[in-house]
Every structure is written in C-alpha cells, then in structure tokens.
C-alpha cells in the first residue's frame, strides 16, 4: 500500500517551503506538479523542498523536480532540497540529479543560502 501524499506550505522571510510527506510516484506526481507550479506562477522566486517526510521517489517524483528547477530559473528564481532521508538521496544520486539540484542536510542549512 502507498503512502498518500501530504503538501503543506509556509512562507520565512521570502522563502516558500513546501513540505512534502509520503511517496511521490507516478500515481501523485501530476499533483505535486500542478501544486508547484501554481506556487510559482503566483510570483514565488525562492522555493524550497523539504524532503523530510519524503519515504520514496520514482523517477517521475524526479521529473517533477526538474520542472520545477527549469520554472523557476526562467522566471530568474531559485529552487533548493533538503532533508532527503538515505534512500531518497541514492535515487538523486543514481539519477545524477544532486548534481544539477541544490540539495541541502536540514531547512535551515538551505534557508542560509537564499
């Protein structure tokens, strides 16, 4: 059984921080895609994902990530992760991705560097 996926938002300073927790597969990731991009598209420049709560990601939870990093650099924002637990961080790893993302330890590490 999977786990539904729960987003909730915040704001500090001028930062968005989506929080998400469960799994994000393909069942979902329309969803999740659809919710940051509204972020977005409602002005947020600086957008962070904390990943604590994040049991899995398949690779079109990776897509979604992606989208969201291209969004954000052709409206001149900035995207950063955090807290991706032991497997999480091997599919970024694996996909080659904790290269191209900005991926931080904990929320206030990430928060520093906006």
């Given at each position: 059984?999977?786990?539904?996926?729960?987003?909730?938002?915040d704001v500090s300073?001028?930062?968005?921080?989506?929080?998400?927790?469960?799994?994000?597969?393909?069942?979902?990731?329309?969803?999740?895609?659809?919710?940051?991009?509204?972020?977005?598209?409602?002005?947020?420049?600086?957008?962070?994902?904390?990943?604590?709560?994040?049991?899995?990601?398949?690779?079109?939870?990776?897509?979604?990530?992606?989208?969201?990093?291209?969004?954000?650099?052709?409206?001149?924002?900035?995207?950063?992760?955090?807290?991706?637990?032991?497997?999480?961080?091997?599919?970024?790893?694996?996909?080659?991705?904790?290269?191209?993302?900005?991926?931080?330890?904990?929320?206030?590490?990430?928060?520093?560097?906006?």
């Amino acid at each position: 059984m999977l786990a539904a996926m729960q987003m909730t938002t915040d704001v500090s300073e001028e930062v968005t921080i989506l929080s998400l927790d469960g799994d994000l597969n393909a069942t979902n990731s329309r969803d999740v895609e659809s919710y940051l991009s509204n972020i977005i598209d409602e002005g947020n420049r600086k957008l962070l994902i904390n990943l604590d709560g994040l049991n899995y990601i398949s690779s079109a939870g990776l897509r979604v990530m992606l989208m969201a990093n291209k969004k954000l650099k052709n409206a001149e924002g900035e995207l950063k992760l955090c807290g991706l637990n032991d497997t999480v961080k091997e599919v970024f790893e694996i996909a080659g991705f904790h290269m191209i993302l900005n991926i931080y330890v904990n929320q206030e590490e990430a928060l520093r560097d906006f």
